[in-house]
């Protein structure tokens, strides 16, 4: 327990002081006037109050990835507290507030329109595809994830219905991705994400009452699951929502577009990672319990249960009934909220790339209705084969963490050109990192070139050094583009 509460406290003083400096260096200017106000549209571009912001950007970035990868991050061992802490204050809330910042800074944009920006046009159309099917597989996992909750909540976790819950949760994407952002999703999310907050705030109170005996950091951070997957890299692609996520960079310019005043921005989207940061801290040390100290015993399960297993058997026995539908309730919507978002992003980074007004609701349809349909396709994949969800979560997490690195390289190449000397530190270090990462995981993963698995440091090393090598030969030549004023 004793360095599950200094991760707790760290996560803090990571905001108070790194988020402070991180926005220092930006440089949020209060008198621009944010895209909330010149393109105002009554559609997605809508000023909302700051707390609301805050709230929605919060559920939206949270999914199921701080829970469910935290869960499965734990069988790692001590080692998930310490990327959780340091994957969020220097590499997650960095990435998540300078794509926010941005994104205010060019009137809203979407990522691969912003990518595109700083990295060319050619990543730009790279980004695009890339961000699409990211946010389809988001889509695609974030309904049968709560799905799967719903039907054992039901007392029915067979197939039928199951997939009676899919067909509910896939018809209110297509309600909430085609209305005005505060028609439900100003109105509702907020409730949500305090339901998420109690479910958090419930289980750190149970657990100082129970106060078990946790694997310690300096007990060894050598990994305790399997011996297949070594802790890098796929630890970092496991945790993934809980430390830094590029599924955070389709999420954080829709915020953008409701945001009021710049000053705001440390606290909806810096602030809003390091709170995810303290979901996933919290069920990393109840799943420790669980999986390392008895816990699975304790509320009638096992060491082999699934994630949402784990998610429904200790909500339900540490805090009882009301409590456990209240936490359930919220680890149901976060990935139901999270899903509908995806599906907006993607509407409106196509529309941003073709030029299609989002006012008008035919033109809408013009683009969402494609989308869902290719969705549909993924759920058929998912529903007729007996593994499909484990695949496409498993790409998920690759794509996840790679969108994550030209998200940073971006943002890396905007401090460089706005000469404000090693201060594009902040974002090139966790870019080279990031990049070691996903080239070693699909490097050696069995869904990329399953090379040796003890090659992965190798791999790392050599990803990293490349990538260091082509940033300072292009550092040393480069040159201010008409294209990156902000507007």
């Known amino acids: 327990m004793i360095s599950f509460i200094l991760s707790f406290v760290a996560l803090i003083l990571g905001y108070i002081l790194y988020g402070k400096f991180v926005e220092k260096v930006f440089g949020p200017e209060p008198g621009r006037k944010t895209p909330a ?58 990435h998540d507030y300078m794509v926010g910042m941005l994104s205010v800074r060019h009137g809203g944009v ?66 909430a991705t085609l209305l005005p952002i505060d028609k439900i999703i100003g109105k509702i999310y907020p409730l949500f994400a305090f339901a998420l907050l109690f479910m958090a705030v419930s289980l750190m109170v149970v657990l100082f009452i129970k106060w078990p005996s946790l694997p310690e950091i300096w007990d060894g951070l050598g990994s305790r699951g399997p ?9 970092f692609i496991t945790i993934a929502c ?57 509320v009638g399960s096992t060491t082999a249960a699934a994630a ?22 919220g680890v149901v919507a976060a990935p139901i909220t999270s899903g509908d978002t995806a599906f907006r992003s993607s509407r409106l980074i196509i529309a941003d790339f073709l030029k299609i007004g989002q006012k008008d609701v035919k033109n809408r349809l013009i683009i969402a209705i494609p989308l869902f349909l290719a969705a549909t396709a993924l759920l058929w994949f998912n529903v007729a084969n007996e593994d499909g969800f484990n695949i496409i979560w498993r790409y998920f997490g690759w794509a996840n963490q790679t969108l994550a690195v030209f998200s940073l390289w971006a943002a890396t190449v905007y401090f460089v050109r706005k000469k404000s000397g090693l201060y594009y530190l902040i ?24 090379l040796p698995s003890t090659w992965n440091v190798a791999i790392g090393a050599s990803a990293a050094l490349i990538s260091v090598v082509l940033f300072y030969l292009w550092k040393g030549k480069r040159a201010t583009s008409p294209s990156e004023k902000e507007q």
């Open 110 to 175: 979407g990522l691969p329109e912003l990518v595109g920006i700083y990295l060319g046009k050619g990543t730009k159309k790279v980004m695009l595809v890339f961000s699409v099917i990211l946010l389809l597989l988001v889509g695609t996992v974030f309904v049968y994830s709560p799905a799967l909750i719903l039907g054992d909540i039901a007392g029915d976790g067979g197939r039928n219905s199951i997939m009676l819950w899919v067909l509910i949760i896939f018809l209110y994407y297509i309600v």
């Open 227 to 235: 011996a297949d997957q070594p802790i890098f890299p796929c630890l």
């Open 242 to 298: 809980g430390a830094i996520s590029g599924f955070h960079g389709t999420q954080s310019p829709l915020m953008a577009r409701c945001m009021e005043n710049e000053r705001e921005g440390r606290a909806i989207f810096y602030g809003s990672m390091i709170t995810e940061g303290i979901v996933a801290l919290v069920w990393a040390a109840v799943s420790s319990y669980f999986f390392f100290d008895g816990g699975a015993a304790e």
């Open 37 to 94: 106000v010149t393109k105002a549209d009554g559609v997605d571009f809508i000023k909302m109050p700051s707390w609301k912001v805050f709230m929605i950007q919060f559920l939206n970035i949270a999914g199921t990835g701080p829970i469910f990868g935290a869960i499965m991050g734990a069988k790692f061992g001590p080692s998930a507290y310490l990327w959780i802490v340091f994957g969020c204050i220097f590499a997650g809330a960095v």
């Open 427 to 450: 974002t090139f270090l966790p870019a080279v990192f990031m990049t070691a990462v996903v080239t070693t995981y699909i490097a050696i993963a069995k869904i990329g070139f399953n």
């Open 308 to 329: 949402p297993t784990v998610v429904t058997k200790v909500s339900e026995s540490w805090l009882g009934i009301v409590g456990g539908i209240l936490a359930i309730l």
